[in-house]
């Protein structure tokens, strides 16, 4: 069995009491409820729980280590009543603690794969999946950790965060590479920066998509500096970084890149270009098709069955990283062909007269994006289902509204978790601003009735875009989750009313 010294070794700290030489662990724990002997118990402290205060009951628990930050004389036990055989430490940040000591537990697995983070305020979740899908047509076998939840060989778990905490990361990367791993792919969020999910991973490449402002509020970011400043931190943790050069401050966060950096864009000169975009809408097919050119002779004529400029550029990132890695250009063009990503752009439900795309757009950014790709298709209408989630910022509703009403040719405005909000609230904050800039709307509460609604009155040659959920298969109201996914709700409304 290790000593607590053993997964010391990253962490610089103080021994407050106690020798780590001489205690023997066998876990990690942040939860009071779960410290027993031979476990490490941190103290952490969060928004609205410090859980120093659990001491006493972690001591009469039996934990044989404790990390804490607060000086002894804070505590709330004195060093006097310590047991003989408890090792008590000091560290400036129990969090980046925590995720160092994970990966101890774990054995470092992360260490032992080739692992690529992606970042970004969006094209996160579907370039990561981009380059699973490049890696395993190419017989490698790979995990993703995401806002999908993680999957590998077969096997998925739901996650509550895009970038989960960090000792539930590295017992996903042991289980991974302990089932096979070769690659691990995950989506680094501003938010796992900054609360030190993913201090002490070394990523062996790092992706940077794009950034506008976003997650910026209570319990998220103070300012969009800052949001900048997590999002750059990606850089300091990889071998190799990968930027879009086409991005806002693109140039500012190259010239502060501390790793070797290659870039890929559409407008600029870059290391990996594309070039040549068509916008193709068939029966069968509803997607883009361009050229790549890039290092060591890179030439592909790529076939996306995705939608949209924005896409292109998700599928730079994938195909850039993968060339660098060293994939077969065939490999990289077969699944480009058939890549698929749930709620991303998906398209649910096509007939002669709709088509009906699930989107997880929940910022005004994020749906101007989707809803200029979807006008690149000429459709007769454009139409938009969506709502605002409750208890978050209301500058999301402002400019969600804002941008349905130059952009949308009708909006249907509807719940989106609601959470501890009223659903008319929140749809009165959005028509605050899509109502004077003249945006054409519909009310209706009820998300299953707006879906139907929609579809029920669709025109020939209509686009409808249900946005804000995605792959989301819940509504929150009141505390209380319920199943709901707005593709089932498609299915079963082409269903029911045999459209």
């Given at each position: 069995?290790?000593?607590?010294?053993?997964?010391?070794?990253?962490?610089?700290?103080?021994?407050?009491?106690?020798?780590?030489?001489?205690?023997?662990?066998?876990?990690?724990?942040?939860?009071?409820?779960k410290?027993?002997?031979?476990?490490?118990?941190?103290?952490?402290?969060?928004?609205?729980?410090?859980?120093?205060?659990?001491?006493?009951?972690?001591?009469?628990q039996?934990?044989?280590a404790?990390?804490?930050?607060e000086?002894?004389?804070?505590?709330?036990?004195?060093?006097?009543?310590?047991?003989?055989g408890?090792?008590?430490?000091?560290?400036?940040?129990?969090?980046?603690?925590?995720?160092?000591?994970s990966?101890?537990?774990?054995?470092?697995?992360?260490?032992?794969?080739?692992?690529?983070?992606?970042?970004?305020?969006?094209?996160?979740?579907?370039?990561?999946?981009?380059?699973?899908?490049?890696?395993?047509?190419?017989?490698?076998?790979?995990?993703?950790?995401?806002?999908?939840?993680?999957?590998?060989?077969?096997?998925?778990?739901?996650?509550?965060?895009?970038?989960p905490?960090?000792?539930?990361?590295?017992?996903?990367?042991?289980?991974?590479r302990?089932?096979?791993?070769?690659?691990?792919?995950?989506?680094?969020?501003?938010?796992g920066?900054?609360?030190?999910?993913?201090?002490?991973?070394?990523f062996?490449?790092?992706?940077?998509?794009?950034?506008?402002?976003?997650?910026?509020?209570?319990?998220?970011?103070?300012?969009?500096?800052?949001?900048?400043?997590y999002?750059?931190?990606?850089?300091?943790?990889?071998?190799?970084?990968?930027?879009?050069?086409?991005?806002?401050?693109?140039?500012?966060?190259?010239?502060?890149?501390?790793?070797?950096?290659?870039?890929?864009?559409?407008?600029?000169t870059?290391?990996?270009?594309?070039?040549s975009?068509?916008?193709?809408?068939?029966?069968?097919?509803?997607?883009?098709?361009?050229?790549?050119r890039?290092?060591?002779?890179?030439?592909?004529?790529?076939?996306?069955?995705?939608?949209?400029?924005?896409?292109?550029?998700?599928?730079m990132?994938?195909?850039?990283?993968?060339?660098?890695?060293?994939?077969?250009?065939?490999?990289?063009?077969?699944?480009?062909?058939?890549?698929?990503?749930?709620?991303?752009?998906?398209?649910?439900?096509k007939?002669?007269?709709?088509?009906?795309?699930?989107?997880?757009?929940?910022?005004?950014?994020?749906?101007?994006?989707?809803?200029?790709?979807?006008?690149?298709?000429?459709?007769?209408?454009?139409?938009?289902?969506?709502?605002?989630g409750?208890?978050?910022s209301?500058?999301?509703?402002?400019?969600?509204?804002?941008?349905?009403?130059?952009?949308?040719?009708?909006?249907?405005?509807?719940?989106?978790?609601?959470?501890?909000?009223?659903?008319?609230?929140?749809?009165?904050?959005?028509?605050s601003?899509?109502?004077?800039?003249?945006?054409?709307?519909?009310?209706?509460?009820?998300?299953?009735?707006?879906?139907q609604?929609?579809?029920?009155?669709?025109?020939?040659?209509?686009m409808?875009?249900?946005?804000?959920?995605?792959?989301?298969?819940?509504?929150?109201?009141?505390?209380?989750?319920?199943?709901?996914?707005?593709?089932?709700?498609?299915?079963?409304?082409a269903?029911?009313?045999?459209?």
């Open positions: 069995m290790p000593k607590f010294s053993d997964w010391l070794n990253d962490i610089n700290y103080t021994v407050v009491h106690g020798n780590p030489d001489k205690v023997e662990v066998s876990e990690v724990v942040f939860d009071s409820r410290a027993a002997p031979e476990t490490v118990f941190v103290c952490m402290k969060g928004a609205n729980v410090d859980s120093h205060s659990f001491l006493p009951e972690v001591i009469r039996g934990a044989s404790i990390v804490v930050e000086e002894p004389k804070k505590l709330p036990v004195s060093l006097e009543d310590l047991p003989d408890v090792a008590l430490i000091r560290v400036d940040s129990a969090r980046e603690a925590l995720a160092k000591l990966a101890a537990r774990f054995g470092y697995p992360a260490r032992e794969m080739t692992v690529i983070a992606v970042t970004g305020t969006k094209g996160k979740t579907t370039t990561a999946h981009m380059i699973r899908s490049i890696l395993e047509t190419a017989g490698k076998r790979c995990g993703i950790i995401g806002t999908t939840g993680v999957e590998y060989c077969g096997r998925h778990f739901e996650t509550k965060n895009t970038t905490e960090s000792y539930d990361l590295h017992s996903y990367f042991r289980k991974m302990d089932a096979g791993c070769e690659y691990l792919v995950m989506e680094a969020s501003s938010q920066f900054k609360l030190h999910r993913t201090d002490g991973i070394q062996d490449y790092g992706i940077f998509t794009n950034i506008e402002p976003d997650h910026i509020g209570p319990n998220e970011h103070k300012d969009f500096a800052e949001y900048k400043y999002k750059s931190m990606i850089f300091r943790q990889s071998k190799v970084g990968l930027l879009n050069l086409d991005a806002d401050y693109a140039d500012e966060l190259l010239q502060n890149a501390p790793c070797k950096m290659y870039t890929f864009a559409l407008d600029r870059a290391d990996f270009m594309g070039s975009i068509e916008h193709v809408h068939t029966d069968q097919f509803t997607g883009v098709e361009f050229q790549v890039g290092r060591n002779r890179l030439r592909l004529d790529v076939k996306l069955d995705l939608p949209g400029r924005y896409n292109v550029y998700n599928a990132a994938a195909i850039s990283v993968c060339s660098l890695i060293g994939i077969d250009s065939y490999r990289i063009l077969e699944a480009m062909r058939y890549v698929k990503v749930d709620g991303r752009v998906e398209i649910a439900f007939n002669s007269r709709m088509t009906v795309i699930v989107d997880y757009a929940h910022n005004a950014m994020a749906m101007e994006n989707l809803l200029s790709t979807l006008r690149a298709y000429h459709p007769k209408r454009l139409v938009v289902v969506f709502g605002c409750g208890n978050r209301k500058e999301r509703r402002y400019g969600m509204g804002e941008t349905a009403a130059k952009m949308a040719d009708l909006s249907i405005l509807t719940a989106d978790n609601s959470r501890y909000e009223k659903t008319e609230d929140i749809i009165n904050d959005i028509k601003t899509l109502v004077p800039a003249g945006g054409k709307y519909v009310e209706v509460p009820d998300r299953r009735e707006a879906i609604y929609a579809m029920t009155h669709a025109e020939d040659g209509d409808i875009a249900v946005i804000g959920k995605g792959h989301e298969d819940y509504n929150e109201v009141n505390g209380v989750r319920t199943h709901f996914l707005d593709r089932e709700v498609i299915e079963e409304t269903r029911q009313f045999g459209l």
